[in-house]
Structures are given as structure tokens and as C-alpha cells.
């Protein structure tokens, strides 16, 4: 872009500041993720009576909002970012306690609600939005602010993930819970809670084995497939030796017209088969850039908050792909989660980029910082 050093427009200033290289992985994850989507969609499309363009129209109107979403919000100010966090998680949080009362059960679960025609999964929503605010209270309570920050920052983890068990949604509970374990690590918590709470993560582990059956079904088929039905786990399976290392061609796979949710937590698998294991380690690698290059920016700051609210949303961004990559593998029990930005799923597109946003502007150079 031919924009001068000196610009001091918000344009000028912003494409100076911000951390172009996250940026263009980011758009590089969003471009794949609709190609991914018009490859992997429309024999789902067709399963259902839907034309098989049906799901690559409802990602590409979405990912133009999600897009300006990331490029709108990494224009704030850290202060704006915590106003907007707080917005995010009450909003969410509300919506969390309605879809126990109005939200659809689908495959035994409540974690949608229709507003207005449109299906949201408040979950999505209320993880980078945690993540900000937490990072917010444990920095005010370590910098020593007037506010209860340690307090706040507990009963907000309370609240939101025992909103989330009662959907249930272990997988997204665990998630915010790597979270809090990090940042409040990060804040300084003492090493003998950091060790209780290692083993209190243990012990909800072990209960949630012996509380949600669909748990307990999922982790008894991955340590003995022969527990149960492991349909489509072998079938991703299928697809990664298929397309070896690089892959039958696009459009050229045949798990997508039997994986149920080949274009959405199977995708990884679509990519296996039609592009090949060397594709696959691609993608992996854009991933772990936008996490490394994310806390080497990250160490540069001098801001406890920019410090542990960008670690938060980091930790999200990076386990949340990995937990989707590695249970397409079969190296962990099957989560329904969605791969950041290559999975179909509006929720999930428009979340990931208000919260990536929020990271490009805590990881922008600002006057003052160290570097």
C-alpha cells in the first residue's frame, strides 16, 4: 500500500503499527477457509435438499463482515478494546443463559439461539470476550487499582463455564479454563495454586467423564474403537492416507460425500484428502505463525494488560486449532470444535474475527512501548 510514514491519518497511523504479517496470515486463513467451504459443502448441501451453492453463499456473506470485524476493531485503543470486550461478554453471557431456556437441542445439546432468523452460538462469542476482560481484572488487581480484580476475574470463570457445562459444552469449558490457568499465571499466582489448580483441572477432567455420557462415550471409543461407533473418525482416517502427500486434486475427494461434517469439524480431513499431507503441514505452520509471531509481539510490550489479555486470545486462537486438528487425527477423543477461520460456521467466523481484531490492536507499536 503506497501509504507514507508520515500519514498521521487513522488509516496512516493503523498500517504503520499493525503487525502486517499476522494480518496477511490471518486473510491468507479466511481466503482457504471459503475455498475449503465451496469444496467440502456441497455434497452436504445436497444431503440435506439444499442447492449444493448453499453453504458457500452463507460463508462468503459472512466472511466480508467478519473481515472488516478483524480490520474495524485492530483500529482501537486498548481502552476501547476492553469497552468493547465488556459489551461481547455481557451480550454473550445473556445469550448463554437464554439458550438453556429458547435454544434448539441438537445432538443432545443446547448452544444456539434464533434471533431474528439467525442462528448464534453464544459460545463463540464469550471466549475472546473473557479473555480481554479477565486480562483486564488480573492486570488492574496486580498494578494495584482499587478493584477487586483477582475476585471479578474468578467469578466471571465460574459463571461462564458453569453456563457452558449446563448446555453442555465440556469442549468449550476447557477451553476458557486453559484461558484462565494461563493468565492467571501470568499474573503472578503463586506456584503452589498454579499446582492445585493443575490437579483441580485433573479432577473436573475425571468428573466430566463420570457426569456427560456423551463424554465418557467419546473418550471410551478413542481408548477402544471397538466401544462404539468410531464412523467418522475412520472415515477421516480414509482420508488422509487417500490423499497421501499431495493430495487427489480439488474436488477430487470422496469423504466429504460421507462425513457429516466434512465442511465443518472434518474439514482438516477434506483438505487431507484433496490437497495431501504437505497442504496440511501448511496450514499447521500458518497457525503456529499467527500464535508465535503473536507472543514474540507480546514480549515486546510493557503493558500487563496488552500482556495477558493478547496471551488469553492467543491461548484461544492456538488450542482451539489445535483441539480440531488433532481429534480429525484421532490423537485426542472427538470434539465438536471448529478450525479457526477454515471451518464453515458463522458464529464461529464472525467471533474469531472480533477477537483476532482485539489481538492486532493490543499487538500494534505504540509510543512508549518497549522494543
Request: glycine share 10%; charged share 15%.
Amino acid at each position: 500500500m503506497a501509504i507514507a510514514r508520515n500519514d498521521t491519518s487513522v488509516l496512516g497511523r493503523w498500517w504503520w503499527t499493525v503487525d502486517r504479517w499476522t494480518l496477511a496470515a490471518l486473510m491468507t486463513l479466511a481466503v482457504l477457509g471459503l475455498l475449503m467451504t465451496l469444496s467440502a459443502s456441497p455434497s452436504v448441501a445436497e444431503r440435506i435438499g439444499a442447492d449444493s451453492m448453499h453453504f458457500v453463499r452463507k460463508q462468503a456473506i459472512l466472511l466480508a463482515p467478519a473481515v472488516l470485524a478483524m480490520i474495524g476493531v485492530s483500529l482501537m485503543e486498548p481502552r476501547a478494546v476492553r469497552r468493547l470486550a465488556l459489551l461481547m461478554l455481557g451480550g454473550s453471557m445473556l445469550l448463554l443463559v437464554g439458550t438453556l431456556f429458547l435454544g434448539a437441542e441438537i445432538k443432545g445439546a443446547t448452544r444456539w439461539v434464533s434471533i431474528a432468523g439467525f442462528t448464534i452460538q453464544p459460545s463463540e462469542f464469550v471466549k475472546p470476550a473473557f479473555a480481554v476482560i479477565a486480562g483486564w481484572m488480573f492486570a488492574a488487581r496486580r498494578l494495584g487499582e482499587p478493584i477487586p480484580g483477582y475476585t471479578i476475574a474468578c467469578t466471571l470463570y465460574l459463571a461462564v463455564v458453569g453456563l457452558l457445562l449446563l448446555q453442555p459444552d465440556v469442549g468449550q469449558a476447557a477451553v476458557v479454563t486453559a484461558i484462565f490457568g494461563v493468565q492467571f499465571f501470568l499474573a503472578g499466582l503463586p506456584m503452589i495454586l498454579v499446582i492445585f489448580m493443575v490437579i483441580g483441572g485433573i479432577g473436573l477432567l475425571v468428573g466430566a467423564y463420570f457426569i456427560f455420557p456423551h463424554v465418557q462415550s467419546r473418550i471410551d471409543r478413542f481408548l477402544d474403537p471397538a466401544a462404539g461407533d468410531t464412523y467418522q473418525i475412520d472415515r477421516a482416517r480414509d482420508a488422509f492416507m487417500n490423499g497421501g502427500l499431495f493430495g487427489r486434486g480439488p474436488g477430487e475427494g470422496t469423504v466429504k460425500a460421507y462425513l457429516p461434517d466434512s465442511h465443518a469439524d472434518f474439514v482438516f480431513a477434506v483438505a487431507g484428502e484433496e490437497f495431501g499431507t504437505i497442504a496440511c503441514l501448511i496450514i499447521v505452520a500458518i497457525f503456529a505463525f499467527v500464535v508465535l509471531r503473536g507472543f514474540a509481539r507480546v514480549l515486546q510490550d510493557n503493558d500487563l494488560f496488552v500482556v495477558v489479555a493478547a496471551t488469553g486470545l492467543l491461548v484461544q486462537f492456538g488450542l482451539q486449532a489445535l483441539i480440531n486438528m488433532a481429534s480429525t487425527l484421532s490423537l485426542i477423543p472427538t470434539k465438536g470444535m471448529t478450525l479457526p477461520f477454515l471451518s464453515y460456521g458463522g458464529s464461529s467466523l464472525l467471533a474469531l474475527g472480533l477477537g483476532m481484531g482485539m489481538l492486532l490492536a493490543l499487538t500494534r507499536k505504540r509510543p512508549g512501548v518497549l522494543s
